[in-house]
């Protein structure tokens, strides 16, 4: 794991944005797996950018987000599908075609799952997975205790990230759906790159238990310390509860060419 702490989330959502968009300049037809919540939104302010201001080219690549609510029609304002229109797609040149989101009213949501699967493997798999972490440590919706060889499936949320989430629902946690589809753990460690932000301190714990406790279910994105190449990249709330906050930093400064 490489851990990059930085000021703020500014300068965070900045890094994060330059990393993905070197990416996508040394490979055009770059397959990204995207993410939803408010941590990314400034990063996809700084890709909105490149495109508006220097013409940045998106046309080629894919894309497959992480997870959607089950059941939330896809013109909701908070279904993923609406929040990645909004907040991206639509400042941008991708295609339509291009782009991939699970299908929480699929009639069939266990084949959906598998043909999400397979859609992944047919575009070469994901180059770059961006993920946030919710407060209870879990990546994509994969809550506490989802397996590490689990697959893009159906889940149940904790009533704790439905509370976190009430506030995209008029902070009414009774109209935050329950159920959602997300693509597994061991889908997002298939990812070549793994680049996981969080901002705040709110996030501190998880990222404390994420990054130097044990391997466990209970803490989902833990797993992501069998990923050979994932980095998190967090602002000095967000690191507030590392230990070795001191050395990431110095191995960040001193990093070889
Ligand atoms: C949701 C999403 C996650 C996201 C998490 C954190 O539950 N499914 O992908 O990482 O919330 O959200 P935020 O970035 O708003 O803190």
Redo the contacts with the bound molecule.
Sequence with gaps: MEIIILPDAAAASKAAAQILLDLVTHKPDAVLGL??????LALYSELIAAHKDHAFDFSRVTTFN??EYIGLPEEHPQSYHAFMHENLFRHINIQPARIHIPDGNAADIKAHCIAYEQAIRDAGGVDLQL?????DG????NEPTSSFGSRTRTKT?TRQ?IK??ARFFEDDPALVPKH?I?MGIATILEARCALLLAFGK??ADAIAATVEGPLSAMIPASALQLHPNAKIIIDQDAAAKLTFADYYQWAYANKPE
Aim: hydrophobic letters at 30%.
């Design positions: 993410a939803t919540g408010g941590t990314p992480l997870d993920l946030g972490i919710g407060s879990h990546i994509g919706f949320l990230t976190d989430n959602c997300t709110g996030k």
